[in-house]
């Protein structure tokens, strides 16, 4: 996918990830960016960026909120589902925000947008090396995450006939507010951004875009029990 003149709507927009992914595609020559943040008091970065930034209040656990804002929005080039939430939570804990937005929250907008998505267009949604593989000390968020790599490959099988390519992202560990310190080696959110363009332009459907992820995937592929029980051992 080229991105030359292209519009793009990207969610949690302000955010580590989503600001690096932003300016990437502001570095590619995009034409357009809608910017979802669930705050506009919290999105002045953004309008400082450039004139091709239109910012969208977008809060994924309310879906009568996404229904009307992004009621104005005619057609795209590229969805990126970016926004998201990690609890921290056991699954023993009373907590189900990381299904409101990872999943809930994320489908809704995929839904509402997947009509709207050009012929060879793309949809990018950034998931987790977790989804392969419940890390326990977060388990609801891994859960989640699982939950929406299995709706990825739906939504895959769905839009394959409209010629719109989607894209999951599998990272590791990324070095923003909402990865907690579990003494794991972290990616740059630039660096992670930079591998969603390149996956972009070469139609690719599915990256593992930092060191982390490719050695977790190596290890499920070999030894998923030996993985299982590394993660289990951060219980403590």
Request: net charge negative; hydrophobic share 40%; proline share 3%.
């Amino acid at each position: 996918m080229n991105l030359t003149n292209k519009t793009a709507l990207v969610t949690g927009a302000n955010g580590g990830l989503g600001l690096a992914i932003v300016k990437a595609l502001l570095n590619n020559n995009i034409e357009k960016i809608y910017c979802g943040v669930r705050d506009l008091q919290n999105a002045k970065v953004l309008e400082n960026l450039s004139d091709k930034i239109e910012l969208l209040q977008l809060d994924l656990s309310d879906h009568t909120m996404l229904e009307t804002n992004l009621a104005s929005i005619e057609k795209l080039d590229l969805l990126i589902n970016n926004a998201g939430v990690n609890s921290g939570k056991t699954i023993f804990e009373d907590c189900y925000t990381d299904f409101t937005i990872n999943v809930q929250g994320t489908l809704k907008i995929t839904q509402l947008l997947a009509d709207k998505i050009n012929e060879n267009g793309a949809i990018v949604n950034i998931t987790s090396i977790l989804a392969l593989c419940n890390f326990p000390l977060m388990g609801f968020y891994s859960a989640s995450k699982s939950a929406l790599h299995s709706l990825t490959q739906a939504l895959r099988a769905h839009m394959n006939s409209k010629k719109v390519t989607v894209l999951e992202v599998l990272p590791g560990p990324i070095d923003t507010k909402m990865t907690p310190d579990e003494g794991m080696p972290k990616a740059s959110p630039e660096s992670i951004a930079q591998e969603i363009i390149l996956a972009l332009a070469a139609d690719q459907d599915e990256i593992y875009p930092d060191e982390f992820a490719k050695m977790i995937k190596e290890g499920l592929t070999h030894d998923p029990k030996s993985v299982e029980q590394q993660f289990a051992q951060y219980l403590g």
